[in-house]
Every structure is written in structure tokens, then in C-alpha cells.
């Protein structure tokens, strides 16, 4: 036997105590049990979002989130910036440009970000942009763009900053109303470790005027049509019910711990991998701030990435996750976000070590470790 582990950057574990919930018996959609389950969800859902907007839960993955942000606010015609430095970053390129969008676009290479100060001067010379489109964590290179600064500088013009937070909420402080976020998108099976299935987009009051003079065309992902439901307590269509009582137990046990412990055990756990691949004379991937929701690791010099892949999960039952699109290859991601705790750390750095030795690569058997529990070891 050996136990399966789940260390990707999404889909994340599932608590126990959460799949007990999602096992009870199917309730209907339209009956007061929901209700009274909705009604304690969205409140959850404003505290963890740090908004006093609604989430508007959607049924589908963090892309239909994605869309939805596009298709309710935008027009075709209309032209948007995009902050690309990754695969996630090309997905709002490809969105955008199926609808139809004028495209400018603010890239970097992957593994780096986009200043702050390119964006100001792209709205500065660009004002018909009418919204600006980014990931706050880019879970393909395992970067997190400033989008703080990002919203200082669109909050300041007409455009709206749409924000893909689905690797990043519950993972790292994003304060929507606070930082002027005017829309911001999650999905249930990173951070917030659920099945995959549902998606959030929550709209500043910027966002809800750009929502009404929208023309794209929508119906499944019409916000302004679920939102009215939504204030009745109710979903438009049948919601994935069982996800929905998951999410229930999800927002309790973070309410419980408190967000900001939250962010801090992600980040303790972030600068503990970072801190034993670094032992192991590897080096990351990220060159810009790095995400607390994984970690990329850079290939060791000659090996394929995707042979550590398979090797953690052949020899360890592990799943990680490799390089995507041209990235393959040339990396692998290490998840720790979620229902993440320090010995997870402990289990992915050691198979790391065994990895590396069963590749022939010379391995200093426990320096991962020490590294890592260094970082535990400091006061917090
Ligand atoms: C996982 C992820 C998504 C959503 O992907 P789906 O497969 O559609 O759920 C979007 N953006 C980022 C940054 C992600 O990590």
C-alpha cells in the first residue's frame, strides 16, 4: 500500500469533516434546508472575499468565472489590457478574444511579472481601456502579481480591474473593496478545498454600472439575471447542491482559524518549500514575488521536469503537477495550498530528496527538511 497524497496546485484535498458534509443526503434546491444554507454561505462568502458586495456562485469551473467576468462587463469592440506572464495570463487572451475584444497587451516572461508603472503608462496612453484583465497568484509559474498596486492604478481611471483570485483566495490577503478591486473571480478546488465545480465572481459597484451597459452576449453566465435570485436566497438554476454544504463547513473552519492566520500558515508553508528546495541546490522558477499558494521549482540543469513528475507519482503516489504549454519540461509545481499543514511540506520535500537520488542527482538526504523546519521552528 502506499497512501496517495494530492500536491498539485489544484485540485487540492478535500477535509474529511467537508466530504462527511457533501455525503449526507441529496436536499432540493427549493426548499427552506436551502435557503437556510445559502443564507449562512453568502455571508461566509462576503467575509472571505473581504467584500460587502454579493459572490455569485456559478456552476463550472474557475473559467466559466472567468468568462463571466468578460461577458458581463465588457462590449464587443471594446478594448481591454491584459497582464500575460503566464498560462493563465493567455487564457483572458483567449477569452477575449473570442468575444471579440481589442487586445493591448502588458506581458513578461514567464516566471516574472508586470510593473505597476507599465500598466499606469498603458491607461495613460490607452484610455478607451475599459478594463484591465490579471491573475492575482499565476499558478503556472507560481508568481504573485502585485494587484494592489495594480487597482491604485486603474481605480484612478474609468477601468475596471478584473482579478483571477482562483489560486489566490483563502491563500493570500486580497482585500476587495479595500484595494479597490472591482471584480474578483475563485474557484472551489484551489484554496478553498472543495471538488472542482464551483465558481465565484463578485462585482464592485464600478463593475455592476459596467455590467449595464454590457452588450456581450450571456445567458447561462448572466450575473445581473442570478444576482436576482441570489437576493432571494436562491440560485437561478439547480446549483451543485453537495458543494454547496461542502462550502458551508469550508467557511466555518476558515472563520474559525481567522483569515489572517490563514494567509500566515500559507506563507509559513510557501517559504518552508521554497526554503528546502533551495537546500537541495535547486532553484525556482519564480524570478518575481512568489506565490504562497505553490511552489515552482526550475528543472535541475539536464533533466526533464516531467520525469520528477512521474517519478513522485510511480515510486510515491504523489501528485504534483509539471510544466504547462511551452513551460513543459522546464519545471514542476509543488501545491501547498488549502487544507495544507507543515509535515505536508515535510512529505513533498522528502519524496523530493528520493526523487532526485533515483534520478542519479547527488542529494544531501535531509537538507530539504532542516530547511524547512528552520522556518517552522521561528516564532510566529
Ligand atoms: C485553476 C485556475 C483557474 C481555473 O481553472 P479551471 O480548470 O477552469 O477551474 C484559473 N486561474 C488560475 C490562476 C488557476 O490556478
Known sequence: MKKYQLMAPGPTPVPSQVLLAMAQPMIHHRTPEYEALFIEVRAGLKALFQTAQDVVPLTCSGTGAMEAAVVNTLSAGDTVALIQAGKFGERWTEIAKAYGLDVVLLTAP??????????????????????????HSESSTGVLHDVRAYAEVARRTDAILIVDAVSSLGIADLAMDRWGIDVVIAGSQKGLMLPPGLAFCTLSEKAWAAARTSRLPRYYLDLTEERKFLLKNEARFTPAVSIVVGLREVLRMLAAEGLPNVFKRHDRLARATRAGVEALGLELFARATPSPALTAVAAPRGVNSEKIVAAYSETHNITIAGGQGEMKGQLFRLGHMG??????????????????????????????????QKVFAEKH
Open 110 to 135: 514567464f516566471g516574472e511579472t508586470v510593473a505597476p508603472g507599465r500598466l499606469a503608462e498603458a491607461l495613460r496612453t490607452t484610455p478607451r481601456i475599459k478594463a484591465v484583465l490579471t491573475q
Open 339 to 372: 487544507y495544507a499543514a507543515e509535515f505536508d511540506v515535510v512529505i513533498a520535500l522528502s519524496a523530493l530528496e528520493q526523487v532526485l537520488a533515483d534520478l542519479g542527482l547527488p542529494v544531501d538526504f535531509g537538507a530539504s527538511i532542516r530547511a524547512a
